[in-house]
Antibody
Framework: EVQLVESGGGLVQPGGSLRLSCAASGFTFNSFWMSWVRQAPGKGLEWVAN????????EYVDSVKGRFTISRDNANNSLYLQMNSLRAEDTAVYYC????????WGQGTQVTVSS | DIVMTQTPLSSPVTLGQPASISCRSS???????????LSWFHQRPGQPPRPLIY???KRFSGVPDRFSGSGAGTDFTLKISRVEAEDVGVYYC?????????FGGGTKVEIK
């Protein structure tokens, strides 16, 4: 069974940093692109970033470029999102998902940016 | 960026009756590889989105056959042949043809 479990969310002040993790199991992790998608309170879905199987290619939505970094550790079946210079508008539930077509999703982790 | 526009914003439906949601993209979703990367998702309150359809009309594993997708180019439709109580929630279309991946604004389906 495919499982994706996010962790690392929490409350952080504007300008601060957080590192999200996603533990993957039930499939061959290094065979798939991986993605992060977020959802602000009461709002729709927003794709954040993708990373290729070997980490050689990454893609980001413009609003996070230069602040967020997606990475992966294929040896430990883990996906990461390093978030720096956080803003109030980054407040959201962050989901990791498998593949660019987002075939499987985790339960999400809440990130709140507030003073 | 490709803008995805869904209509209607809200759809009151009767149990057992059909429902239809439209999704229009600001440019063609046909990829250079010939595929059209248009997907549909369903989200209930407090839950992560559930994938329903990919490449316009292919159902993900475990998705009931009352859900169907159709369309081409810039115009796409999700149909539910007979709405069941568990189908309430918000439906989103998404394009993965071009980065950044973009979602429609969502259509809320509720029972009359």
């Amino acid at each position: 069974e495919v499982q994706l479990v996010e962790s690392g969310g929490g409350l952080v002040q504007p300008g601060g940093s957080l590192r999200l993790s996603c533990a993957a199991s039930g499939f061959t992790f290094n065979s798939f692109w991986m993605s992060w998608v977020r959802q602000a309170p009461g709002k729709g879905l927003e794709w954040v970033a993708n990373i290729k199987q070997d980490g050689s290619e990454t893609e980001y939505v413009d609003s996070v470029k230069g602040r967020f970094t997606i990475s992966r550790d294929n040896a430990n079946n883990s996906l990461y999102l390093q978030m720096n210079s956080l803003r109030a508008e980054d407040t959201a539930v962050y989901y990791c998902a498998r593949e660019r077509r987002l075939a499987y999703w985790g339960q999400g982790t809440q990130v709140t940016v507030s003073s | 960026d490709i803008v995805m526009t869904q209509t209607p914003l809200s759809s009151p439906v009767t149990l057992g009756q059909p429902a239809s949601i439209s999704c229009r993209s600001s440019q063609s979703l046909v990829h250079s590889d010939g595929n059209t990367y248009l997907s549909w998702f369903h989200q209930r309150p407090g839950q992560p989105p559930r994938p329903l359809i990919y490449k316009i009309s292919k159902r993900f594993s475990g998705v009931p056959d009352r859900f169907s997708g159709s369309g081409a180019g810039t115009d796409f439709t999700l149909k539910i042949s007979r709405v069941e109580a568990e189908d309430v929630g918000v439906y989103y279309c998404m394009q993965a043809t071009q980065s950044p991946l973009t979602f429609g604004g969502g259509t809320k389906v509720e029972i009359k």
